[in-house]
């Protein structure tokens, strides 16, 4: 049972009342010096079994009513999911609201979306409870910031839809700064979220930290989560994979391949209209699905030949999420791919130049050029995305230019020179080399995401049948992305805000390594690197909402969706966007797309040993979350003064008197004078006469 | 009546003078010492016929039913009914309880009235009048005697009893079923707070001593109501334990233990042909005294 109004419990000592006014009114006996004892004594010899059940039941109902009446003004609560959990006014209450595109999903039957019902359930179910201070962390900023009153929630514009993905442990972390730099009271976190892996991430080290820093908070930390968590079952997102654009003999073409999933796990046969506008050009193509997901590889669209980048869309009937319903592209035509090689030996590059020469696709433009280092400074640096270093580590003005390419988001892959110096570069220095007494082989590397993932269709890159004769030692706060038996990195990437920085520990040649023999590995992680560096050096980009790398996204200008979105909140909505005059698509993550639903446990593991209730609730429920109960303590206390009544109203007398009556002649006869009656017998005696 | 004294308390002279008219009547026969009121079981000379008996010789031959000889040519002498005066014993229940009383009279206080009265109405009629005030035995005692001085005597007693200790009324009444050897009116002052199975052997015991008994039961107003609000501690007024008692929880308990007393008291009394008067202490006394004396008065024919 939980109370809005827990500190009048503190009342409930009165429910002794009766039990004490009753010793009391013992004590308060009259003594009487009494004749008919005789019949005391018989009374107290008869059964009191009754008596002193009545009495007990009489107090008993007085209790009762008593206790009934402290329940009902203490303002229960009907909904046990607040537990014990909610012990009078918090100091401060946190709310971390999702507003990811999964939470845009509306319940059935319904137009209300989970975001709305959360923040109506919220402003209400808060607005009841109190607290001294309201702060919201919505997903989009790590910010925290105070609201007056949680009403506040139903207007914010922070507080609608967007396309961003949730991190549930970064703000979480947010909250958890917030206490620790404002030093908050007692604090209750509400957490609104429909239990999405992607914004869970419940295999990240951080929930560890944060469960470990709530715990050794002195004050009282209590989390609530009100989760959605339901899917819509049969909900359809589109995305697209891959545009370009084809220039043809007269005109120019789109080839647009879609990717169709569908949650739920249904195996129905589907028949969906897909539209395609192109700057408002609309067409529709048909796609049939069955199964949980479906492909339309390069759909041809053709466009002015004259026109060579624009913007387009695809959009599919509404459903159960209407923000998975679309997604923006952006298309130009293909830019060249130039990279720069800096090597002390070309003959040693030789192959790297090769694998970033050639083009994976024909109408796409690529070449590569070694230049010595001392040239670097003179080189033209606009259109280069890839720089391959193979010299000692840059320093002064050479580390300037490099980092200077690497804020304008280029790719860098450094090679081990010859002979390494102890020149540090990003906190990074080659070591010594070493030889391996036998051909060793790659033993793990990261197949699913950067340059050595896994390909489209799933199939893992050789790296495996790399055959490494000799590296060369490299430190540095690096994460391996090619490791060699024994754990020696390979290929390593330096985290960076900015670009990217690979370390390859080995070089193409033969003496060290059969990366050229081999060739695929060297020339799909060149090629990716370079696509990487192409990719945010072109003049369209495809961005994922709330990633705004390398942008600047108040200078933005919407083009296409996005109506209602600030203008300082275009990178975490979906819609195509001119900077300048570069135009950028702005569209939910890929994870979005799979509706993979944290297990009930595996929430619960996340906050073990944290003061923790949940409570499930469905958009569209109208039903509050929290639910006053006093009319059922008030209807028992009724009962039980009811049946105190009862049980106090005095038993019919027996008719005692009737017999003391029946001994005495009626009052008629008694009252006769008794003098006229006496005179009938006269003052002799009477006599008989026979 | 009270020619150097102080008026008693318990006499009311008015009372007195319109109880004079209603004799006093026993209901069975007495053995006095005169002639008087009551019937003898003896033959006597009185105008009541009561039977024919054969002539002996030496009977008075005034007394020879002539008509009866002319009829059957036999002898047959006239018995007639003998009057005789009543031997009236008073015994005054001066136990502990009598001194209850919740209306402003307490129980001896009203038994001295009866007492009182019925004791000056049989002396004027001629009868005589003796008392033996009972508690834990027989504290003071005196024979009946006509003696119109013996009144004051009697007065005095009545006067001077005062209720303590507690109540041996069966042990005491067997005692003067056996010492009050002729018949008497027993008229018994009490509020005969003892079991009615004792009381039947008691009432028995005189019955076969061919007294006449008379009871009147003395109980107060608040011992049939019990009606008390607060909790009570109950002192027993002739020295028992006391008891403490929650009114509202105890009364209905109370109130059966009394219908059984009076409903045992009942059936004893009639199978005993004991003349029981129930008196409320808030009834007043003369209507009690003219009840009792006009139900006496109508049994005697």
Redesign the interface.
Known sequence: MTFLQPFLLIGLPLVALPILIHLI??R?????????????????R?S?GY??L??MLILACRMLAIATLIFAISRPLASGWLGRAVGGRPDTTIILLDRSPSMRQQGPGTVISKLEAGRQQLARTLEMLGSGHWVLIESTSPVARDIESPQTLLKLPSTEPASTSADLPAMLETARDYIRTNRTGNTEIWICSDLRQNDWNPDSVRWQTLRDAFLEFPQSIRIHLLAYADVASGNVAIRVTNVRRVQTAHSAELLVSLKLTREGGTDAPLHLPVQIEIEGARSEVTVDMDGSACELKDHRIPIERERERGWGKVSIPADANPADNEFYFVFDRPQPRRTLIVSEDPRTLAAVQLAAAISPDPVLSCSAEIIPREQMTATDWEGISLLVWHAPLPEADTAQVVQAFLQRGGQVLFLPPRTPNDVAFLGVRWQDWLDVPSETSVETWRGDQDILANTQSGASLPVGRLQIRRTCGVSGELTPLASLKGGRPLLARLPTTRGGVYFCTTTPDAADSSLASNGVVLYVFVQRALAAGAAVLGQTRQLVAGDAALEQPLTWRPVAGAADALSTDYVHHAGVYAAGDRLLAVNRSAAEDHAAVLADDRVAELFRGLSFTRVDDRAGSLVGLIQEMWRPFLVAMMIALLAEAGLCL??P??E??A??KA???GPAS??AD??A???A?G?S?????? | MFPSRQPRSFLDAQVLSRLANVPLFSRRPMQGNVSGRHPSPHRGSSVEFAEYRKYVPGDDLRRLDWRVYGRSDRFYVKEFEADTNLRCCFILDTSGSMAFGSTGIAKIEYARKLAGSLGYLAVQQGDAVGISCVAKGITRSLPPTRNPAHLRTFFDILEQAQPEGETHLISVLHELAETIRQRALIVILSDLFVEPELLRGCFQHLHFRKHDIAVFHLLDPQEMSFNFRRPMRFLDMEGGPAIFAEPNEIADRYHQALQTYLGALRDVVLESAVDHHRVALDEDYEQVLVRFLVGRARGRG
């Open positions: 009114n013992q308060r006996y009259q003594t009487l010096r009494w004749a008919a004892m005789i019949f005391l004594l018989a009374a107290n008869m009191r008596a002193r009545r009495q005095p038993r007398k027996p005692s008197d017999s003391a001994a005495r002649p008694v009252r008794p003098v009656r006496a005179g017998f003052s005696p009477m006599r008989l006469s026979t």
